[in-house]
């Protein structure tokens, strides 16, 4: 297969069909009408003698050649476009750019609307995509260039992905403010008389707070398991249960409700989030004006202070 015969535009297409998962959502991406999509895939396929994308409900799956060919394919068009860029700086204020970073969406309410007030003021051209991604495709993803950069707890990954300290969040106590329990503090005493609220996308699996207990011979009642804070902190508001969430989470998910937050009467370590990204992109002008806008928010988030607890 000689090089010179092949048409490298091909692979713009098969990226775009890659990301997208969808021949219509590709032709909009990259401008092109939907036929000329499908004639580019065509010929990919008899370029590679494979399907390469087959159609699954209302979108276009990999085979597993072209799962094998995305992070080369993907790996070569960013070094073109590095490689083509006119000046080796990263311009937001006229730059079209969509970033794609992967985040639980717990974090969402607490880092976006910070983060877009920044983006739409420094970068009216600038799109952003919070996703959802598994924690086992992390690597692959940001190799693969899927997404740009991820959130979550510290994983072990190879010397191909770079990360940092993101945020080291307390554990603290939501309640009512007539619990008839927690009255003028919160004790160890009374945080295990109460019955509490469990916040978990896993569907069993214990959290900080209960490994701590766990540590000390104590175990506390969950008699809710739900998969969000907002829904935790209503279930609160209305019930005698208390939700233990981390700080920042807890401020953001409980405005509408107004429920006391207070301090863990016990020891549990801080929820710490890290920052994750290819290493090609550690010297890359947009990736780390993406990175050092995500850091910035952050921190000016703070955490705020909760009501002190008493471990008597």
Same mark, same amino acid.
């Given at each position: 297969m000689q090089l010179s015969r092949i048409d490298l535009n091909l692979f713009v297409v098969f990226d775009a069909i890659y990301s997208e998962g969808s021949i219509t959502a590709a032709a909009r991406q990259l401008n092109l009408t939907q036929p000329a999509v499908s004639h580019a895939l065509g010929r990919l396929r008899g370029l590679f003698d494979d399907p390469l994308f087959e159609r699954r409900g209302q979108g276009m799956a990999p085979t597993p050649l072209a799962r094998s060919l995305a992070s080369e394919i993907r790996t070569a068009l960013q070094s073109f476009a590095r490689t083509l860029q006119d000046t080796p700086h990263f311009d937001p204020a006229n730059t079209v750019r969509r970033f794609t970073i992967g985040m639980r969406d717990a974090l969402e309410s607490t880092l976006l609307p910070p983060l877009m007030a920044r983006v739409t003021a420094a970068a009216p051209q600038v799109e952003i995509a919070a996703i959802r991604f598994d924690r086992r495709e992390m690597e692959s993803e940001l190799l693969a260039g899927t997404i740009d950069t991820a959130i979550d707890i510290?994983?072990?990954?190879? %010397?191909?992905?770079?990360?940092?300290?993101?945020?080291?969040? %307390?554990?603290?106590?939501?309640?009512?403010?007539?619990?008839?329990?927690?009255?003028?503090?919160? #004790?160890?005493?009374?945080?295990?008389?109460?019955?509490?609220?469990?916040?978990?996308?896993?569907?069993?699996?214990?959290?900080?707070?209960?490994?701590?207990?766990?540590?000390?011979?104590? #175990?506390?009642?969950? @008699?809710?398991?739900?998969?969000?804070?907002?829904?935790?902190?209503?279930?609160?508001?209305?019930?005698?249960?208390? *939700?233990?969430?981390?700080? @920042?989470?807890?401020?953001? *998910?409980?405005?509408?409700?107004?429920?006391?937050?207070?301090?863990?009467?016990f020891k549990v370590p801080s929820l710490e989030l890290h920052l994750y990204w290819h290493a090609g992109g550690e010297n890359d002008g947009a990736n780390r004006w993406l990175r050092e806008q995500l850091m910035t928010v952050m921190s000016a988030l703070g955490g705020g202070t909760p009501e002190p607890a008493s471990a008597t």
């Open positions: 510290l994983l072990p990954v190879s %010397p191909a992905i770079h990360h940092a300290p993101f945020m080291a969040d %307390p554990m603290v106590v939501l309640a009512r403010r007539d619990h008839p329990l927690v009255k003028k503090e919160l #004790t160890l005493e009374r945080y295990l008389a109460a019955e509490h609220v469990h916040v978990s996308s896993r569907r069993r699996g214990a959290g900080l707070e209960d490994q701590s207990l766990h540590r000390m011979g104590l #175990t506390r009642r969950v @008699r809710l398991r739900c998969q969000h804070y907002a829904a935790a902190c209503r279930v609160v508001s209305c019930t005698d249960l208390l *939700a233990t969430l981390p700080l @920042r989470y807890a401020r953001i *998910a409980n405005e509408p409700y107004a429920n006391r937050i207070l301090s863990l009467p």
